[in-house]
Structure formats: structure tokens, C-alpha cells
């Protein structure tokens, strides 16, 4: 990713918000999401990226058409930088455009991803999903993940949307999944 890809990857996350959270979030939330407010957001946490933070596009015909950002774990508890290790790895965002998903676009971010903390020495991949979002737990546990038990909650506009956490071990070689 590059900082000229920004506004596509803002208009992504919003419009990939809006189609993976209908139901799941209050829909004037939904509706009052903005590509020109989180735009800014974009490229600040772009320029802005700490050590080990990764974004990644996917393309097709020269058009960014998916994004996914990885990096250290920011949770203070799972293994965070065991003596000379890497650590866990989390998955912060991985978003498609919403006519690509189903293509492999997501796949093959994940795969990018998961592949890119496996050569950092990171142990395990660890990721959060909203609870009800069946669709988005279906497509990590056919990559490996596995909810861990662990469960966050999260709040939008009153509504609770709770959150739990999906863990995949990155040890050895790096196996491919079903798709």
C-alpha cells in the first residue's frame, strides 16, 4: 500500500462496513459513515504506523479492490514479545470492496498476511470479529482460526455488538486452506 492508495482504501473500509455490518449495527450508524471523515483517519494511521505494521492492497486492472493491515498484537496479554520472540501478530482490518467478495480478493489477504507474520517469527495470529457475524467467523475458521474464548465488549449508539477474539498458530510452515 502507498499513501496514494488511502482515499480507495477509505471508501473500502466505509463501504465494507456498511454491507458486513447491516443488521449487526444500528443502521443510521451505518448510513452516517463517511469516506471524506475517514479519509484523514487513512492517512493518518498510514504515516503513522509503528513498527511491524503492514497494510497490504489487492488489485485488479490497477484498481485497489481490497485491504487488509496486520501488525503486533495491541492487546496487553496473549504472548506480546516473549523473550527474543516476535510475539502474537494481529490482524487489525481486512476489507473488500462489495461487489469483489466471494472472488478470492479476502483470501488472498489473509493469505498475504498470515504468511507475512509466519516469516516475522510471530507464534499465533490473532484477529477480533463481531459475535453475529457469521459470514466474516465462517471465512476465518475455513483459514485456520479458531475462537479462543475470548470475548470483548464493544458498543455502537447504545447497541452492544460484542466481540470475539479468533487465534490461528503461525509455528512451522504455513498451511493453505479451503477457501
Known amino acids: 500500500m502507498t499513501l496514494s492508495d488511502c482515499p480507495r482504501v477509505a471508501e473500502i473500509r466505509i463501504r465494507g462496513w456498511q454491507s458486513a455490518y447491516k443488521g449487526l449495527m444500528p443502521q443510521a450508524y451505518l ?25 497490504l492492497v489487492a488489485e485488479s486492472a490497477g484498481q485497489v479492490v481490497g485491504w487488509a493491515c496486520h501488525g ?7 504472548r506480546a514479545q516473549e523473550a527474543g ?9 481486512i476489507y473488500v470492496d462489495p461487489g469483489r467478495t466471494g472472488g478470492g480478493v479476502g483470501r488472498a489477504l489473509l493469505r498475504a498476511s498470515v ?19 457469521a459470514g466474516a ?12 474464548g475470548t470475548e470483548e465488549p464493544y458498543e455502537v449508539e447504545g447497541v452492544e455488538v460484542p466481540e470475539v ?7 512451522g510452515r504455513v498451511t493453505p486452506w479451503e477457501g
Do not use: I, K
Not at 72 to 77: L, S, T, V, W
Not at 85 to 93: R, S
Open 115 to 133: 504468511e507475512r507474520c509466519a516469516a516475522a517469527g510471530h507464534d499465533r495470529m490473532l484477529l477480533w470479529v463481531l459475535r453475529e457475524n
Open 31 to 55: 448510513d452516517g459513515l463517511d469516506v471524506a471523515v475517514e479519509l484523514p483517519r487513512r492517512r493518518a494511521h498510514f504515516e503513522q504506523a509503528g513498527p511491524g505494521v503492514v497494510n
Open 72 to 78: 503486533p498484537y495491541r492487546g496487553g496479554e496473549p
Open 137 to 148: 467467523r465462517r471465512f476465518y475458521e475455513r483459514a485456520g482460526f479458531t475462537a479462543d
Open 165 to 171: 477474539r479468533y487465534a490461528r498458530p503461525l509455528e
Open 85 to 93: 520472540g516476535a510475539g502474537d501478530a494481529e490482524l487489525y482490518a
